[in-house]
């Protein structure tokens, strides 16, 4: 590890987010960022942030978007070539994600209510019983992530679309494939096969929308293509991408969720005690996990106007990236952030993102993982690390998406 009181904000970066030894745990050299160069331009030209109150103004405030990418001139080249080389990129940006105001306005408006916390909370139930048939098949040893932590949010995303069974097994590696895209730092070959993955996904949800213009059920898909068909609402390139970013959103990230929280309190048993002595604590213990170590790290927005971000410059065109990592071990907003505390009260990290991108499915995670925590510490009195020293779990190579490949633990 590079000295931190020497090194620069690039190569404090680089580490935190690129290199295996950093990745391990970014948290200190975040910290000498937060400190020592809470903004900074880096070498290739954007913008980092890694305070809680400047990424949270960045997220937040209206003079910057998500809509304005300009992928190919990071690669030199037009956007015409983009567009020739990746055809289906310019309708799969019509998605909630990547939309400004007032299409994201109005997109965001008809699929809310979907994933209110009332609704959510009627699922509740069925969430309780789907992880609880996963966790039937627990043997003495297994691996949360495939075994748990990978299959639940995918079951439950695909029940509330309609996104049949068959189909999400076949869908789940090529969604898996296609957030490498989310990667800044992406070769073109590797956009080849990340963007070529969503264009698979995004046609295997045409094919079930047209099956539901034949036949509508009640699920969320058979409501959205029925609002699609009413009128000026919803185009049917904003259908396509809503439907296969909701699909994507919810696993991935879910299943860090699950992951590193999981880790957290294996590595804290003390506070798996805690919450297994006093299950009230669960809400608390999942905001905790998701603050300790975010499922993702890295958000963008990207300047509208001319103006300032920490004394810096920015420019329409420019990214600015938000270092959520590093914002939620902040020590002005979190007191002593860097102790793991089930029963943390406070301020909400910035893992699920702020202002009108704030994440949709963010009532739906929390629910995932209250009921994944409490249905695994009151099913397994004993849940142990099936690791040494040398063989801990290691976190995948993604710099905006942290969780671990496998996860091997002992449950009794
Ligand atoms: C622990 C799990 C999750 C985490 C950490 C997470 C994180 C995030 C973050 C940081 C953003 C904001 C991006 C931005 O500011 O530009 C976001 C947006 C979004 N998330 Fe999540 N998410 C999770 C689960 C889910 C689930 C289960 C869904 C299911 C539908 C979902 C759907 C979305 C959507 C659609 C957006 C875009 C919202 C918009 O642009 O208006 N997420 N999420």
Not at 178 to 196: H, I, K
Not at 314 to 331: I, S, W, Y
Request: with cysteine; hydrophobic share 40%.
């Amino acid at each position: 590890m590079s000295d931190m009181t020497a090194a620069e904000p690039d190569e404090l970066l680089a580490e935190a987010l690129l290199d295996p030894e950093g990745r391990a745990d970014p948290y200190p050299l975040y910290a000498a960022l937060r400190e020592r160069a809470p903004a900074f331009r880096t070498a290739q030209g954007p913008v980092v942030v890694a305070r809680y109150a400047d990424c949270e103004w960045v997220l937040r405030d209206p003079r910057f978007g998500n809509g304005t990418a300009r992928p190919w001139e990071r690669h030199g080249r037009t956007e015409a070539e983009w567009h020739e080389r990746f055809p289906g990129y310019a309708r799969n940006r019509r998605a909630l994600l990547f939309l400004d105001p007032p299409d994201h306005t109005r997109v965001r408006r008809l699929v809310a209510k979907a994933f209110t916390s009332r609704t959510v909370e009627r699922l509740r139930p069925d969430i309780v019983r789907l992880t609880d048939e996963v966790l039937d098949r627990f043997d003495r040893t297994v691996d949360v992530i495939s075994d748990l932590a990978l299959a639940l949010p995918i079951t439950v995303i695909g029940q509330m679309l309609g996104v049949p069974e068959s189909d999400r097994d076949e869908l789940q590696p090529l969604v898996r494939a296609s957030l490498a895209a989310l990667d800044p730092g992406a070769t073109l070959d590797e956009l080849d096969v990340a963007l070529g993955a969503r264009d698979v996904v995004s046609e295997r949800m045409e094919g079930l929308i047209a099956e539901r213009r034949a036949h509508p059920t009640d699920d969320l898909l058979s409501h959205l293509v029925h609002v699609e068909e009413a009128g000026d609402k919803l185009t049917l390139d904003e259908l396509v991408s809503t439907i296969a970013q909701l699909f994507a959103a919810g696993f991935e990230t879910t299943t860090n969720l699950i992951g590193n929280g999981l880790l957290a309190l294996l590595d804290h048993p003390d506070q798996m005690a805690r919450l297994r002595a006093d299950p009230s604590l669960l809400g608390t213990a999942v905001e905790e996990m998701l603050r300790w170590d975010s499922p993702v790290q890295v958000d963008s927005r990207r300047p509208l106007v001319e103006g300032d971000v920490h004394g810096m410059r920015v420019r329409p065109g420019e990214t600015v990236f938000t270092l959520l990592g590093a914002a939620n071990r902040d020590p002005r907003i979190f007191s002593d952030p860097d102790h793991f505390d089930v029963g943390r009260d406070g301020p909400a990290p910035l893992s699920f993102g702020s202002g009108i991108h704030y994440c949709l499915g963010a009532a739906l995670a929390r629910a995932e993982g209250q009921v994944v925590f409490d249905r695994l510490l009151t099913r397994f009195p004993v849940i142990e690390p099936a690791w040494t020293d040398g063989t801990r779990p290691v976190v995948r190579p993604s710099p905006v998406l942290r969780g671990r490949a496998s996860l091997l633990v002992h449950c009794a």
